[in-house]
């Protein structure tokens, strides 16, 4: 019996999607950086600053879909996990912010910082606190990790399509 019991197709689907556009990301990322067209970045921070934070995104979220569907029957190790994954997620966004700060390729307005820093922040931290109160009472903690889950998966998606749109849509003006 797993912890999660009734939410197997939740996880199945957020898992899936989150291991697919991880593929997706990385086919996009190839083909852009192989067309001749795109002008190369002088600073080579703008990757880790917008680019990878999504795979890192769809990657937790991927492993919090399999840390839930484990077939673990008690819930304080896997609440520790996701706990962790939590923390080490707020962590993370520090760590983007700064790139973000200090690289001069682009200046990031509200969007970038609301969908770069505040919200995978707001979900990293829903998942440390759920974690938490897991030990109080289980049924709503998944539901905040459930959230949390959707939410990376959401700012993933977002900064993946921004990305690309940037590069097809904007570059190409700017650069002629």
């Known amino acids: 019996m797993a912890v ?3 939410w197997e197709n939740f996880y199945v689907i957020v898992g899936s999607s989150a ?3 991880i593929g ?3 086919v996009v990322i190839t083909l852009i950086a192989g067309n001749p067209n795109v002008r190369r970045e002088r600073d080579p921070r703008v990757g880790g600053a917008f680019a990878t934070p999504s795979v890192v995104h769809f990657s937790l979220v991927l492993m919090l879909s399999a ?6 029957d008690a819930i304080p190790l896997v609440a520790v996990l996701w706990g962790l994954v939590g923390l080490c997620g707020l962590a993370y966004v520090i760590i ?3 790139r973000m700060r200090v690289q001069k390729a682009y200046k990031p307005v509200f969007e970038d910082w609301s969908f770069h820093v505040l919200l995978p922040c707001a979900a990293y931290a829903l998942l440390a606190v759920s974690a938490y109160a897991a030990n109080f ?3 709503p903690s998944l539901f905040l990790v459930g959230a949390a889950a959707l939410l990376l998966l959401l700012v993933g998606i977002h900064n993946a399509w921004d990305a ?3 590069q097809v849509f904007v570059r190409p003006r700017q650069d002629g």
């Open 96 to 98: 983007v912010a700064r």
């Open 164 to 166: 690309v749109t940037y």
């Open 137 to 139: 009472d289980v049924r």
């Open 24 to 26: 997706l990301q990385f």
């Open 4 to 6: 999660a019991d009734g």
């Open 67 to 72: 840390i839930l569907s484990s077939p673990a």
């Open 19 to 21: 291991g697919a556009l």
